[in-house]
């Protein structure tokens, strides 16, 4: 019987792969490679590897939503015209959902603890008294007999993070930056002005909106009212036409 | 938990974060010498830790230290040493990289290390990815320019599908024999003696992956458009290191668990070999770019190089190191030599631009030529010996087709280097260069004196070769 479950899974698993590079919808891959990694969870659970299935699924959740998320941004798909079409793909949809289940009441039905079956690979695990369970197992391996290629793989992840941040990254010269000194060494003097004003004179009849004449010179270029480039020139919003009042 | 041999790694990947952290509080402008300083200092240090390093096999079967693995060891390190070197003059005449570039050297360079002394097949698949992707970064970080960005993105598809083969492989033979340690290997291999189709495949394939870092045909397709497009810098370091790593990787694995398998993978070596030689020096003949022709060069090194392997002897392993060590100094002579190559700044790569040469800057033409000699294997040059000891190990080992199809395709590549001599020496000049950057004049000028005599340290360098052929065949 477990032999069946395993050709099942196995089948399903290559069919659905398969799937995943010649389906034409890209919504359609994605479907489809959940259903491998479904898939690939099962085959583990009836290997007697739990942690591992139940870490495939929960990890490639996360990188399927991902993935979904790429298709979205990436691909040009009108998503209205997809939720017209959504009743012809509930069909399809509810049949990946119910290979899915049952599969599920199959790996659940043949799933054995088998700690046992990982120990030959591994020096050392197999004393009286070592780790049992498969998680334990896994943890050793990887945090003990393995430590060299586990940190050196972290090692990997830090040059891809470098990398990432070298070949994106772009110091944009328009970016409004927060100065927090600048903004603390801020006096009410500096950017408040009172004026007596005329009655029946409004603040454009007075020249336009100001700011007091020390703003200019301390603005960071590109801000309101200053030019890019160059500090500390004046320029008024609003420029006055005729003579000031 | 035995970690004393791989001492001089943790020591410069330490060493490689604190730069990290020191280059990203400095300020942008500046930050590039002051980490190139580091760098540099950093792998001398771990140079001088390498050699006192202690033998032994470290962290549970997945490191091993011998005299094998010191020996390229050093070899990577001089090429990082001298890669960053360059790389500082090439900043300094204008080039634009950001301060991560050393950085990602010393990363590179520690992912070679651990591959030259990886135990375990685990160890050389982290390694080897380690190096890569810093290089697959390395090759595009000026991403404003087109090539250099399609340089990148060129390598990185072909570099990952050539490291899925190469985990392919490893999951085949893992499967095969149970076990991904060396000894352990060895041992099952020769206590079975039958050999399953499944585990030749997998060799097969971890040949395929190693021979693609190697850009050996016909696995090279990547090599000139990556040379051209990366900056030269980074050239000189992917021309370097990573070669050298693959070729321990090769050698270690072919020696040792795989070594009584010897003639089954002898015939595909000897292929390689003859297949990289004759098309590293046909295809060079229609070259205008420096850079290309300097890629399709070390195509045919390469299958030079391979020959002293496909031997399947000590002295052909020796030959090999001893060859690797001679392009190692011609290699990184003639990267320094075409980094100094700039008109008003911008950098210029035609071959045509070396024109009169030997009149606007004797000095450099001179040198270049004392390379380009090198490399054809004039004696009393560096790549002479390099050429002989292959070819004597060939001989011995009754590879008499390779040895004239070596013969052959070194009578060819003669024609193209020497090519570039005559345009610098008998052609009228197009203009001069700008005066090239003190370090990368301190580059070319050491290693041009290292390649003429080369012969004086020819003693030093074989017996350490010797000694360390002899730590994996015993």
Redesign the interface.
Known sequence: MTQIVFYVFAAVLLLSATMVISARNPVHSVLFLILAFFNAAGLFLIAGAEFLSMLLVIVYVGAVAVLFLFVVMMLDIDFTKMREGLQRYAPFGAAVGAVLFAELVMAFLHWHQAPVRVM??T?GLGQPGGPHTNTAALGNIIY??????F???G??L???M??A???TLR?RPTGRRQLIDRQHARRREDTLEMLTLPLGNSVVDNGGFRRPDTYYGTAVPGSWGVPEGEGGKVVKAVPAEGDHA | ?NWMP?FPELVL?ICG?II?VVGAFLK?TESFVPVSALTIAALVGTAFLVCGSADGVG??H??INDNFARFLKLLILTGGILATVVAMGYVREGGDL?F?TP??ML?ST??AM?MASSG?L??LF??L??SS??I??LC??E?ERLKAAEA?LKYFILGSLASGLLLYGISLVYGYA?TMEYPALTSILMASGLLPVGLVIGIVFIIVGLAFKLSAVPFHMWTPDVYQGAPTPVTAFMAGAPKFAAFALLIRIMAGPFGMLAPRWQLLLVVISALSMLFGSLAAIPQTDIKRLMAYSSIGHMGYAMMGLASASGAGIRGTLVYLSAYLVMNAGVFAGIAAMRRQGHEVTKIRDLAGLGQTNPAMALTMTVFMFSMIGVPPMAGFFGKFMVFAAAWNAGLTGLLIVGGVSALIGAYYYLRVVKIMYFDAPEGSFDRPAPSLTFVSASMGVATVLYVVGLGVITSAADAAASALIG
């Open positions: 030959p690979i020096g003990t007999h393995y430590l060299l290629p940190q050196a793989c090692l990997v830090l040059v891809a470098i990398g941040i070298t070949l110091e | 938990m791989a990947a974060l990290l942008k962290l549970g997945l490191f950001p991560e950085v990602l990363f520690l992912g651990l375990n685990i160890t982290v390694g990815e380690l992707l810093s697959y970064i595009a970080i991403r990148g149970g």
